[in-house]
């Protein structure tokens, strides 16, 4: 099966396919293509990904899974491939222009980011990992991630792999709107370090970011003060109250370059 979209639209093709066996191959025509990203598929170059496509070699990638409850106390299930996002990021996949997206790529998300951090609403949560003890928390955005690495070579969750059957959670609290600077310094070092073995061994042992909260586990369970949008690989799918996130192992063969 071969996909030619974004993110989105993967993830949408995914949770059609997903028990078929059916290998699914990747032609990254999206605006952040983080899949093919956090997959080393070509960007930009349809015939090696068509290649890859039909190479015979596939990998195993787990599949993210949310429970959402919404005002009205209904829960739906939704898949997802790359991340989850509540607060700033679900705002921004809610706010952005497609056809801005369409013409100029992920510069589309900077007037809907800058209108977010002007506002600097946190959002009041309760949650849990793994059905341990429930803990509270004020964060500005919540990110669920499959996979950590985002457009520009930023990383978000440095401990993230697409087949490690573990979610990697992170939670934003700048303490106040200048706090997003270091934040966005901090993912870009990362990314850089993350390149080499000698960089990842550095950022084993760099002190933590306050702002950054990181935890991971096979489960994640979270309830909000009042309802927030939530996000799944970019789409937004409208507000929730409370979400449970899990992962199904390895439950989708993607096609890799080689053979």
């Not at 709107?177 to 950022?203: D, E, K, N, P």
Request: with cysteine; net charge positive.
């Amino acid at each position: 099966m071969i996909v030619a979209g974004g993110d989105g639209t993967a993830r949408i093709v995914a949770e059609a396919a997903l028990g078929s066996g059916t290998p699914f191959a990747l032609l990254p025509f999206g605006t952040g293509n983080l899949l093919a990203r956090n997959l080393g598929l070509p960007l930009g170059e349809p015939t090696a990904s068509v290649a890859a496509a039909f190479s015979g070699a596939t990998r195993p990638v787990d599949v993210g899974v949310a429970e959402l409850e919404d005002e009205a106390g209904e829960w739906t299930t939704r898949m997802f491939l790359v991340m989850a996002g509540i607060g700033l990021d679900a705002e921004m996949a809610r706010t952005t222009s497609t056809l801005a997206k369409r013409i100029i790529g992920w510069l589309a998300y900077v007037p809907p980011i800058a209108r977010s951090l002007l506002a600097h609403r946190p959002l009041d949560l309760r949650y849990r990992i793994d059905g341990g003890r429930i803990r509270t928390a004020r964060a500005h955005t919540v990110i669920i991630g499959n996979c950590g690495t985002l457009t520009g070579g930023m990383l978000l969750l440095p401990e993230a792999a697409l087949d490690d059957g573990l979610l990697d959670v992170v939670m934003l609290r700048p303490a106040r709107r200048l706090g997003w600077a270091r934040i966005g310094a901090r993912l870009t070092a990362q990314g850089v370090a993350h390149r080499s073995r000698f960089g990842r061994s550095m950022l084993r042992l760099a002190p933590g970011l306050h702002a950054l909260v990181y935890a991971r586990g096979r489960t994640f369970e979270v309830r909000f003060g009042t309802p927030y949008g939530v996000q799944l690989d970019g789409d937004s799918v409208g507000l929730a109250r409370s979400a449970r996130i899990g992962l199904r192992p390895g439950a989708l063969r993607v096609c890799v370059a080689g053979g």
